[in-house]
């Protein structure tokens, strides 16, 4: 059974502190697996798409790399509006579209 | 990258009755999908909507409670039908573009 596990659960950081999160995944066959932030009452913001094991994508304080069993996102002296649930998700090649999530890891940075 | 608004943003209902959500996207899609988040828990997906066609459920989601509407490649309609306190979450709507899924801001449903 396709699976993603995301850890930790939660995290605090103090700010500037820099820490990375992991999701770790079980497919089949990948097509693409993707980052995305949560604010609380809004919907999943779009950070990352990565499709192949040693592909790294980076914005602002963010980078994201992808190995075969699974992604880690690196979050660069972070500020308090980095606070969020980051959701890691998988999408398999055999059912193109449909996206498995991760139960995500909320982030809270002081100042 | 797509924007996607979704009406209402929010709604409080009695046990029984039904709501339509709407998704309307600002370019032309093909694949929309609907998502559910229940309180405390990540996003599971309900179904897929095509332009066209009957929309495919996941396991789990049937027709006669989600059913799903596609008229064309920018609008979709989710309703969630005699809904119970179960029903409370919050329903999502994505697209695919380029390669890349997109969310609206979500809509917050409360049954009591």
């Known amino acids: 059974e396709d699976q993603v596990t995301q850890s930790p659960e939660a995290l605090r950081l103090q700010e500037g502190e820099s820490s990375s999160l992991n999701c770790s995944y079980t497919v089949s066959g990948l097509r693409g697996l993707f980052w995305y932030r949560q604010d609380p009452g809004k919907g999943p913001e779009f950070l990352f798409t990565l499709y192949s094991a040693g592909e790294e994508k980076e914005k602002e304080r963010l980078k994201a790399t992808l190995t075969k069993k699974e992604s880690f996102l690196h979050i660069t002296a972070p500020k308090p509006e980095d606070s969020a649930t980051y959701l890691c998700?998988?999408?398999?090649?055999?059912?193109?579209?449909?996206?498995?999530f991760g139960s995500g890891t909320r982030l809270l940075v002081r100042p | 990258s797509a924007v996607i608004s979704q009406k209402p943003s929010r709604d409080i209902c009695q046990r029984g009755t039904s709501l339509t959500i709407q998704c309307q996207v600002d370019s032309q899609v093909t694949m929309m999908f609907w998502y559910r988040q229940q309180p405390g828990q990540s996003l599971t997906l309900i179904a897929t909507?095509?332009?066209?066609?009957?929309?495919?459920?996941e396991s789990g989601f049937v027709i006669d409670k989600f059913p799903i509407s596609r008229p064309n490649l920018t609008f979709s309609t989710l309703t969630v039908s005699n809904m119970s306190p179960e029903d409370s979450s919050i329903y999502l709507c994505?697209?695919?573009?380029?390669?890349?899924?997109?969310f609206g801001p979500g809509t917050r449903l409360t049954v009591t």
């Open positions: 909507a095509n332009q066209g066609s009957e929309a495919t459920y």
């Open positions: 998700a998988v999408q398999e090649a055999k059912s193109s579209y449909k996206l498995i």
């Open positions: 994505s697209v695919e573009d380029t390669r890349e899924q997109y």
